[in-house]
């Protein structure tokens, strides 16, 4: 049901009926495995318009022009293709744009970020192939694909979204998330519980309070820009029993004596990483505690931060000892808590998450023999056989992995970033109106609006809160109640 | 031999929730019957006699803005009228009456009466007649059975009721009202879901016992607030003023002291209370920092010498109430009429609910009120009107409303119940509507007096009045975007003189009014159309709320267009891979109806919303 409302203006947007959104999204699109091109994509109504914005003229639609890719300010950051699909004759059945270009990632990057200074929205996770479905570019049999692709996409984006946060960086957006919320619970309860005896802030405290936070957000949206956020690129982690070779293996990878290596199970009790360079790729190596069962207090603490480690990885090496007898593949991985193997967890996104990320690595091969092919596949998984005391088959591994990792992973930890940054900047601008409303108007309730606008852009990192969890707040914090 | 009668509508109890259904139901042209317990009862403020307040006076204007009679009998029955959060801006006001208990009971026995189209009945409902799962009627002690398409019950909180005071305890519903039994026991048979909640009222106190000279007086607003949109202050009994006072550290020391023979502290009850209404010892023990805590002291009506002790709910024994009272402030020699008591009952899962308040194991039934695990008289009123007009679409056979959490608090309700449920008594607060600026007390009629009238609900009286102020809204609007201000002419002088604000560039009123200096009545003196007075007000709010508004309405678009998403009810959720397995047991359990509803699940992210949407459009798309 609608009513008539004086309030209420009509929207000029299209109303799709699909009940998905309207504006443009862009995000980087590039094909897994194509270190060297990326891609910028834009779909929606303002592609073209943002297009023209950014190379500066119109092209003919379907036709790759060369063009410079230029920032606001003028000063070129690029040169590459640019391309303009019209509506509806796209991948997604909107308009659509790409902008190729050869400069890395951190200049793909800073592409983006152009693309959405001028007004486009960072897609979601799958939401191109989502609109695409909607405007009917792909049949039913697609949708299932869909579905599996927005469900690996979020849970890349959460994985680089909770490894950027990981450190200083998260503590400080904990903080002013804290205050922001300290904040709402006063003014709302001022709000609702008008008759109760709350020791209210004054609105002059309430606007210094305010004020501090907005110097805090933008301390903090400067160090995210200065790259802070984002400390390493894609994050291999390599795990296994104890004395496989897992620290072997590492120092092969980085090329020198990084972890310790010593014939006793269990030296490795802590995770190590180590960043490197492969073929142009930041990709970093995590050797873990192995894994097994135990009552070592402390080894049982590595045990646990390795678990957290595989959460985190974009890819899980799994090495395991080749010259001796081991159980099949499953059996070991529920013996090391793995995966759990019951019937009602095995059709979990959980499980097939962990499977589309295990790389499975033999090692030791030089106490066999080498007359072993050195990928071979068991199940539907592929097995790569190496020995990290000789070397032998581990530029096979490294291919496998640039192969598996490709640019697209590289960009997620951008795409996270980036995320944030938009996050910070809404509740900049929403604390800053805010307070100005406040202080020219005195107008409290629409202070308390933009206070809750930034609490949501903050919810946005953080995980949002409902507004009974807001109430539960002010009940704990205020004796309220007649 | 039994009688048999026939009805469209069959309403059970006469509280608020129920008279509200019954003239709801009548009012759209339904034959309408309330059966109540006893008649004396209809109408009747079971708790301290007030109406409305922050987030529930928005209710009250809701059922005003439908034609329901909270708003108008308030009116008729208010002694004691304030507006809150005066200073803190339009979106947020609010009114509160006390009401005088009799006069109040009275007028809504009076509209009841004199609603065509409803008969009044007095029986005890012993059973539902309820046919392949679709209600047919109900029958009485009497063995009376009434013959209906749709029936609504209001019962309260009949359901298991218990009342501790101290360790003692007994069976019964509030107010005296005995618990019906055979018809709990035939609910408790169907599928719905009980849950146990309690709630507390403090000791009542005889006025001629308190010294008033101690106490802190609370006047009424001046000027006085009106609760209807049809409202007047020459409606308004007899004014009376209101009190404040104080516990004090003796009163906390009589609490501690007695703790261990509290029922709640005790752990003989087990409902849940509301976290919003603590008992007293529950805020002496939780806030043990505090010296003091606040008693509102309200009349219950010109008639009578009790006073509700506002903010002392207490289950503590009898002895130690009579103490603890006297330790406070003008009450010292405070004579006890009626001891405080914690009762807790039954209420049915709210998300075992449609939204139009329709059941979803029984067609044709209806649940509003307390029996929903809300509280309040208002929050009972605003679902009696849902849920009766709901009755008599049913009846007619038309489609089912409900208004969205963007249109009313009423939508916000009944949005919050049936899609997260509730595991305290429900109240009302302004930080639940996220539309908080569009949702304002002072346009209620602009939100869904039309919606009313389409429903039938709205009588040509309030209907004129109404289309008349939206007139004069609109042509007073667009007589100040019209009306220019030149820099340097005597207009301009003139307009600096009454607001003080100097303008530097030609403008018209409607702009300048946006300005936090200038306000209606500045413009209405420039204008000089007294015709308009009474709308200039509801001008500027608009104007000034306008950029909010507009930022809003974006989000309400998409709300908008996921409304239009439905989800099929043979999604399979639990086979739904990418969901959580306690998302998918949520969804399986809710079932929404639409995209939007699933939005508000907890716990769900637009990715889950994105796979809702491709299982919802490939089942569309095979068939
Ligand atoms: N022969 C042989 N020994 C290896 C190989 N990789 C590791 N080792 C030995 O296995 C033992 C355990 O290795 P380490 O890397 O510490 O295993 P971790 O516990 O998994 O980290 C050490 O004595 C290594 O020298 C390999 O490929 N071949
Ligand atoms: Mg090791």
Redesign the interface.
């Known amino acids: 049901?609608?009513?008539?409302?004086?309030?209420?203006?009509t929207?000029g947007?299209l109303?799709?009926?699909?009940?998905?959104?309207t504006d443009t999204i862009a995000a980087i699109a590039t094909p897994a495995g194509k270190g060297g091109i990326g891609i910028v994509r834009l779909s929606g109504p303002e592609a073209q318009n943002i297009l023209v914005k950014i190379i500066g003229k119109k092209i003919t639609p379907r036709y790759a022009t060369l063009a410079s890719f230029l920032d606001q300010q003028g000063e070129k950051l690029d040169r590459g293709l640019a391309l303009f699909f019209p509506a509806p004759h796209s991948f997604t059945g909107e308009h659509v744009a790409e902008l190729h270009g050869h400069g890395g990632p951190v200049i793909i990057d800073l592409l983006l970020s152009e693309c959405l200074s001028h007004g486009a929205r960072l897609a979601?996770?799958?939401?191109y192939s989502?609109r695409a479905?909607?405007n009917n570019k792909l049949d039913?049999v697609q949708?299932e694909a869909?579905?599996?692709l927005?469900?690996s996409a979020?849970a890349n984006a959460a994985r680089a979204a909770a490894r950027s946060l990981s450190g200083d960086f998260s503590i400080q957006i904990n903080k002013v998330a804290e205050e922001i919320k300290n904040l709402r619970v006063y003014v709302?309860a001022?709000?609702?519980?008008?008759?109760?005896?709350i020791d209210f802030l004054t609105e002059g405290q309430v606007s210094q309070k305010a004020q501090k936070i907005v110097s805090e957000l933008k301390l903090l949206l400067i160090s995210s820009e200065q790259g802070v956020l984002l400390r390493d690129g894609i994050r291999l982690v390599i795990a296994g029993k104890p004395n496989v070779g897992k620290s072997s293996l590492l120092n092969c990878l980085v090329g020198f004596d990084r972890a310790i290596v010593t014939a006793h199970a269990g030296t490795t009790r802590d995770s190590l990483s180590e960043s490197i360079t492969l073929k142009g790729l930041p990709i970093t190596f995590v050797d873990t505690a192995g894994l097994r069962t135990t009552n070592d207090v402390v080894e049982l603490e590595g045990i646990k931060r390795t678990h957290e480690e595989i959460k985190k990885a974009d890819r899980i090496i799994l090495v395991r000892d080749a010259s001796i007898k081991n159980r099949a593949l499953e059996e070991e991985l529920e013996e090391l808590n793995l995966i759990d193997n019951s019937d009602e967890n095995k059709?979990?996104?959980d499980r097939?998450d962990f499977f589309g990320r295990l790389l499975l690595v033999n090692n030791k091969m030089d106490l066999i023999g080498e007359n072993l092919p050195t990928i071979n596949i068991s199940g539907n998984q592929s097995v790569i056989n190496i020995s990290a005391l000789t070397g032998a088959g581990v530029d096979n591994l490294v291919e496998e992995i640039i192969q598996l990792v490709g640019y697209q992973q590289q960009t997620v930890g951008f795409s996270a970033r980036r995320r944030h940054i938009e996050s910070l900047n809404g509740a900049l601008t929403a604390l800053e109106l805010g307070i100005s409303q406040l202080n020219?108007?005195?107008?409290?309730?629409?202070f308390?609006?933009d206070l809750?606008c930034a609490h949501m852009h903050c919810g946005d990192i953080l995980g949002h809160m409902?507004?009974?969890e807001?109430?539960?707040e002010?009940?704990s914090s205020f004796?309220?109640?007649? | 031999m039994s009688d048999q009668q026939y009805y469209d509508v069959i309403i059970i109890g006469g509280g608020h929730a129920g008279t509200e259904a019954a003239l709801a139901s009548a009012r759209t042209g339904a034959s309408t019957c309330l059966i109540s317990q006893n008649i004396e009862t209809i109408g009747q403020m079971s708790c301290n006699p007030a109406i409305g307040g922050?987030?529930k006076s928005h209710l009250v204007k809701e059922i005003d803005a439908l034609d329901g009679v909270m708003a108008k009998a308030t009116d008729r029955a208010g002694i004691h009228f304030r507006v809150?959060?005066a200073?803190?801006?339009?979106?947020?006001r609010a009114t509160r009456a006390q009401a005088d208990r009799q006069l109040y009971k009275q007028t809504i026995r009076g509209f009841v009466e004199n609603q065509d189209n409803l008969k009044l009945f007095q029986q005890t409902v012993v059973d539902l007649l309820i046919v392949n799962g679709v209600v047919k009627g109900v029958k009485t002690q009497l063995d009376v059975i009434f013959h209906a398409n749709s029936v609504v019950l209001t019962t309260g909180t009949f359901l298991g009721g218990l009342i501790h005071i101290g360790m003692e305890s007994h069976t019964g519903g509030r107010a005296g009202d005995p618990p019906s039994n055979s018809l709990a026991k035939r609910l408790r048979e169907l599928p719905f879901r009980v849950d146990r909640l309690k709630t507390g009222t403090p000791p009542r106190i005889d006025a001629r016992s308190v010294d008033f000279s101690q106490l802190e007086e609370q006047p009424g607003d001046n000027p006085r607030p009106v609760m209807s949109y049809l409202g007047s202050i020459e409606q308004h009994p007899e004014q009376r003023m209101c009190h404040i006072t104080y516990t004090n550290a003796d009163t906390h020391d009589i609490i501690r002291k007695n703790l261990k023979r509290s029922p709640l502290f005790s752990g003989k009850i087990d409902g849940t209370g509301?976290?919003?209404?603590?008992s007293i010892e529950d805020?002496v023990v939780?806030?043990a920092d505090?010296d003091q805590?606040?008693i509102?002291i309200e009349p219950e009506g010109l008639n009578t010498q009790e006073l509700y002790p506002?903010?002392i709910s207490t289950s503590l024994p009898y002895d130690v109430q009579i103490a603890l009272i006297r330790t406070i402030k003008g009450f010292e020699n405070a004579h006890i009429t009626r001891p405080g008591y914690a009762i807790e009952y039954d209420y049915f899962d709210p998300r075992d609910l449609n939204f139009s308040l329709e059941t979803r194991f029984i067609e044709g039934l209806f649940f509003a009120g307390q029996i929903n695990g809300t509280t309040g008289y208002e929050e009972a009123a605003a679902q009696g009107l849902l849920a009766g007009s709901n009755a008599a679409l049913k009846a007619a056979g038309k489609p089912l409303?409900?208004?969205?959490r963007d249109?009313a608090y009423l939508g916000v309700l009944v949005d919050d119940l049936v899609n997260?449920g509730t595991n305290e008594p429900y109240r009302m607060?302004?930080?639940?509507a996220?539309f908080?600026?569009?949702l304002r007390q002072d346009?209620a009629d602009?939100?869904?007096t039309?919606?009313g009238r389409e429903l039938g609900l709205v009588s040509n009286v309030r209907w004129d009045i109404f289309c008349e102020k939206?007139k004069k809204?609109?042509e007073l609007t667009q007589m100040l975007a019209e009306f220019k201000i030149i820099v340097g002419t005597d207009l301009a002088n003139k307009f600096n003189k009454i607001t003080d604000v100097k303008i530097s560039k030609d403008s018209d009123l409607l702009t300048l009014l946006k300005r936090?200096e200038v306000n209606a009545q500045h413009v209405m003196k420039l204008i000089d159309s007294p015709d308009y007075n009474l709308v200039g007000e509801q001008v500027e709010i608009?104007i000034?709320?306008q950029g909010?508004?507009?930022r809003q309405?974006?989000e309400?678009?998409?709300i908008?267009?996921?409304e239009?998403?439905v989800l099929p009810p043979e999604l399979d959720y639990l086979a739904m891979?990418?969901?959580?397995?306690e998302l998918r047991e949520k969804l399986a359990y809710v079932k929404p109806p639409t995209?939007?509803k699933a939005g508000r699940i907890?716990g769900i992210?637009?990715?889950a919303l994105?796979?809702l949407?491709?299982?919802a459009?490939?089942i569309r798309?095979?068939s």
Request: glycine letters at 6%.
């Open positions: 049901m609608t009513s008539v409302n004086s309030d209420r203006t929207s947007k109303k799709y009926a699909s009940g998905i959104e979601k996770p799958g939401e989502e479905y909607h039913l949708a869909i579905a599996d927005i469900n979020s709302e001022s709000i609702d519980f008008p008759e109760e005896e059709k979990t996104n097939s020219t108007m005195a107008a409290g309730e629409l308390a609006e809750k409902s507004s009974d807001l109430l539960g002010i009940f004796c309220i109640g007649k | 922050i987030g809150l959060n200073r803190k801006g339009p979106a947020v509301p976290r919003y209404c603590p805020k939780r806030f505090r805590h606040q509102f506002n903010g409303w409900h208004p969205r249109e997260q607060f302004t930080s639940r996220e908080r600026l569009l346009n602009a939100r869904l039309q919606m939206q809204i609109n936090p608009q000034k709320y909010y508004i507009k309405q974006a309400i678009d998409k908008d267009r996921q239009q998403v891979e990418g969901l959580s397995n995209l939007a907890q992210t637009p990715a994105s796979l949407l491709i299982h459009k490939k798309d095979m």
